[in-house]
Structures are given as structure tokens and as C-alpha cells.
């Protein structure tokens, strides 16, 4: 069995995507759930040629869609010669097995598609073993779909006996590997452990936040290096630490890895090791898109992430980022409708989560252009320097 994608290159294929309204779901939360599956798929080269939303009381147990809506979706596909169809949920090894037989085309569900992202992404030899770990975790259980053509091995010399089925035997390959793949990320940690333990008693940053929300960039103008950075889902996966120095008191800054929502658990998983960089620093910067529709529950994914990998409550600076690209839509002054968040002037943005951020830091920027960025450095350098204080009491003369 290949190893490094799980899935083949997806450049140029032509992709249907599919989700469901679930009756605790509104429809505008589905339609942005579904929008950000077509930025994945954008991110992993494919091109979205429609788009199927079905309301269900839950999805179907047998084919996530409905009959009728599942026949509407193969009319399209073999009308349009699509290549394949993108599930915006995870799919049960069965599910996924009777969509293929029905529609006939190669089928990804979102977990799959983010694993398939971060295979592509992954440069060094850390972030392609906690790729390939995920990537294992996730094909195992779904194996029996790749083998129902086979029967048993063959017999003959050396071969006498029960006999094993191919699946068997490639379940046991596949869990032989998991098993050789955790045990070198556990040798990598270990180098990652003394690797930041010989880093000193710098006082530690981590920038975190969701995908694609300008964490790169923030760190390239702070640090002045050049770390990659790109308008596309997980350009960052390997996690990088450069030394700033704001006037004349250093510390470390932590690039990592961005949050989505429905994060396969696989990947959680494989990438403790990358989140040990958030665990064990001392102050967190919480970048946040201020320009996306959605910012206020992409806040949320990610604070919800972090308390599931670090209970601490640590100091955080929330900047809310991208504000040249914020659009302000005045409302008519005869609609009586409640404001929506388009309707807020920037200003008004600001004064309502000044008045909510009552425990952490708030700063607006834009990265791009460097706008408010003094104000960005002089509240990361009162936190850093507050740090310090506490653990280096009389070194004043750093400040």
C-alpha cells in the first residue's frame, strides 16, 4: 500500500458538495459550514460546480441524504461528468460504501478533504509523520470498502492453514505502522521537549486562532522573518519559533498550526505534540478574522479547541485582524429588523468588545498594512514585561 496521501492529487477535478440542515441548525449556519467546505476544496485544487443542501431531522444512517435528493445529486453528476462529491460530515464506513455504489464517483467526506490539505501541506519530517499517524487512524476502520472484490489467499506450499483474508492482512500492516509511526513521534517529542528546555527562561508567545486568519503575517512583521504565509486553509502546519525583541525586552513567538471547525479527531490526535507549543506558553495572542461574516463563531471553535488541549487559564491578547477589509453596511432607516453584524460600524465593533473582553487584551489591526500595529506592540510588550516581572523580580534593568 502507497503511503503519503491518502488521497490522489485533487487539481482540477470537478467537485460537487453536499451538506445537511440539521433541526438544530439554521439554514445560514448550514450555508456557511458549506462555503468553508468549498474554501477546502479550492485549498486542496478542486473546482466546485454545485452545491446540495437537504433539511433533515438527522442525517440518514444508510446514505446521509435522502433517496430522492441522492438521485438528484447522481442525475448531476453523470450529466455534468463530475469527478467526485464532498461530504461537509464525517461518513461511517458504510455510508461511505453505499454513496459510492450508488453514485459511482470517488467519494471524500470533510475529514478525509483536511487530511488530503495537510498531506500536501506537510514539509518536514515531524509534520509528515503526524499526517501519515492521522491518515493511518482514519483508512483503518474503512478498509473493508477498498477489498470486497478479493476472496481468500491462494493455497500451496507454505501456505497451508485458515488461510487470512487480504483485508486481514493489510489491517495488520496498517496497525503495525500506527504502531511504528506513535512510537517515532514520541522519540520527535522527546527532541522537541529538550529542544524547549534549552531555549532558556524566555518568556514563550503563541499565536493562535482559526485557519487563515493572518497568524503568518503577524508573526513575519514582528519577527521580520519570513515564515509562509498564503490566503488559503493551513498554509502553516509545521510549527515555527523565531526571538522578537520589542524595544529592548526579548521573547519567544510561536507560529502554529490554524483551528476549523470539525477538526478530525485523527488529527487532534497526531498533533499533540504541535500543541505542546500552546500548553506550555506563557501568554497567548488570539488572532481573530474581524472581516469574516462569521468571526464571532470562529472566536468560539477556537477557544473551545484550547480548552480542550490546555486547561490553563492563561493571559490572552485578542486581536482582531484584517480591519481594511471590513465592509460596513448601513441599514435603511425605515428597517425595523435587528442589526446584524454588517450593520455595526468598525467603531462600534470596537467599543462592544472592549466592554466583553474584560479579562484579556483587545487590539484591531490589519497586518498587511501595519495599521495599529505600535499599539499591538506595546500591549504584547506590557504583557511579556508583567511575565517577567513576576519570574525575574530584580531584573529590572530589562525595562
Known amino acids: 500500500m502507497e503511503v503519503g496521501k491518502l488521497k490522489e492529487d485533487l487539481k482540477g477535478e470537478k467537485a460537487v458538495l453536499v451538506g445537511v440542515i440539521e433541526q438544530n441548525q439554521s439554514e445560514e449556519e448550514a450555508t456557511e459550514h458549506i462555503e468553508e467546505l468549498e474554501f477546502l476544496a479550492r485549498t486542496a485544487g478542486a473546482e466546485t460546480e454545485k452545491k446540495f443542501l437537504q433539511k433533515l431531522q438527522m442525517a440518514n444512517s444508510k446514505t446521509f441524504l435522502g433517496a430522492g435528493k ?15 462529491v464532498i461530504f461537509d460530515d464525517d461518513l461511517s464506513p458504510s455510508q461511505l ?19 488530503d490539505i495537510f498531506a500536501s501541506r506537510a514539509q518536514t519530517s515531524h509534520a509528515r509523520t503526524q499526517v501519515e499517524l492521522a491518515q493511518y487512524q482514519y483508512l483503518l476502520p474503512r478498509l473493508t470498502r477498498m477489498w470486497t472484490h478479493l476472496d481468500k489467499q491462494k493455497g500451496g506450499i507454505g501456505m497451508r492453514g485458515p488461510g487470512e483474508r487480504q483485508i486481514e492482512t493489510d489491517r495488520r500492516i496498517i496497525k503495525e ?28 508567545v503563541a499565536l493562535v486562532g482559526y485557519t487563515n486568519v493572518g497568524k503568518s503575517t ?27 525583541v520589542i524595544d529592548n525586552l526579548p521573547f519567544l513567538l510561536t507560529d502554529t498550526v490554524g483551528f476549523i471547525r470539525k477538526l478530525p ?38 477557544n473551545e479547541t484550547l480548552a480542550e488541549i490546555d486547561k490553563s487559564d492563561k493571559p490572552t491578547i485578542v486581536v482582531f485582524n484584517k480591519i481594511d477589509a471590513y465592509q460596513y453596511v448601513q441599514q435603511d432607516e425605515n428597517d425595523l429588523s435587528p442589526k446584524t453584524r454588517e450593520n455595526y460600524t468598525l467603531e462600534e465593533l470596537k467599543s462592544q468588545w ?14 498587511e498594512n501595519k495599521t495599529n500595529f505600535d499599539e499591538l506592540k506595546h500591549v ?18 530589562l525595562y
Open 70 to 84: 441522492l438521485e438528484e445529486v447522481k442525475d448531476y453528476v453523470i450529466k455534468n461528468e463530475i469527478d467526485m
Open 354 to 367: 472592549m466592554t466583553k473582553m474584560s479579562n484579556s487584551k483587545c487590539v484591531f489591526i490589519s497586518a
Open 97 to 115: 460504501r453505499n454513496i459510492e455504489r450508488i453514485l459511482e464517483v470517488k467519494i471524500l467526506d470533510r475529514s478525509s478533504l483536511i487530511l
Open 380 to 397: 504584547i510588550y506590557e504583557e511579556v514585561k508583567t511575565i517577567f516581572q513576576v519570574r525575574y523580580p530584580y531584573n529590572s534593568f
Open 177 to 204: 505502522r500506527i504502531a511504528f509511526l506513535k512510537k517515532k513521534l514520541k522519540e520527535i517529542d522527546k527532541q522537541k521537549k529538550v529542544q524547549r528546555g534549552n531555549r532558556g527562561q524566555l518568556v514563550r
Open 218 to 244: 503577524i508573526m513575519n512583521a514582528l519577527s521580520k522573518s519570513e515564515v509562509f504565509a498564503e490566503n488559503k486553509l493551513f498554509a502553516t502546519l509545521d510549527t515555527t519559533v523565531r526571538k522578537v
Open 265 to 302: 479527531h485523527q488529527l487532534v490526535e497526531s498533533f499533540k505534540s504541535t500543541l505542546d507549543e500552546v500548553r506550555e506558553s506563557d501568554l497567548l495572542i488570539h488572532v481573530v478574522d474581524v472581516s469574516h461574516p462569521n468571526f464571532e463563531d470562529h472566536y468560539k471553535v477556537v
